[in-house]
């Protein structure tokens, strides 16, 4: 076991603006409506092919969602491609200003 000590950083919740990404909410709102879609297709035991067969959603797509490549997919693609897989979708939109006198995620832990 390592004895050097080490520092305890609390994340945002939100782990796309903690690395600084520039698009942080999109990235993360897209993560969990990816991993709602994978839940279905696990719950259901579908294939990429049988999710094909039911949604009309590329296989491909499916695919590309199992491994988390988002970068094709915008937020209301995933939530169409939810509501053809028989899901309601609920959006909850809290707006705020960003926390006083920060401006980056990156200065929110000293980093910028």
């Known amino acids: ?37 994978i839940g279905v297709l696990d719950d259901r035991g579908l294939t990429v092919r049988k999710a094909e067969e039911l949604t009309g959603i590329a296989a491909a797509d499916f695919s590309r969602i199992r491994k988390t490549k988002l970068d094709r997919f915008t937020i209301d693609r995933l939530m169409m491609i939810l509501d053809r897989l028989d899901q309601d979708v609920e959006v909850r939109v809290t707006v705020r200003p960003h926390h006083e006198g920060i401006t980056s995620p990156q200065a929110l832990h000293g980093l910028g």
């Open 1 to 37: 076991m390592n004895d050097e000590p080490f520092e305890l950083v609390r994340g945002s919740g939100n782990v796309f603006a903690d690395f600084g990404h520039p698009n942080a909410a999109i990235e993360q709102l897209k993560a969990l409506l990816a991993a709602k879609v």
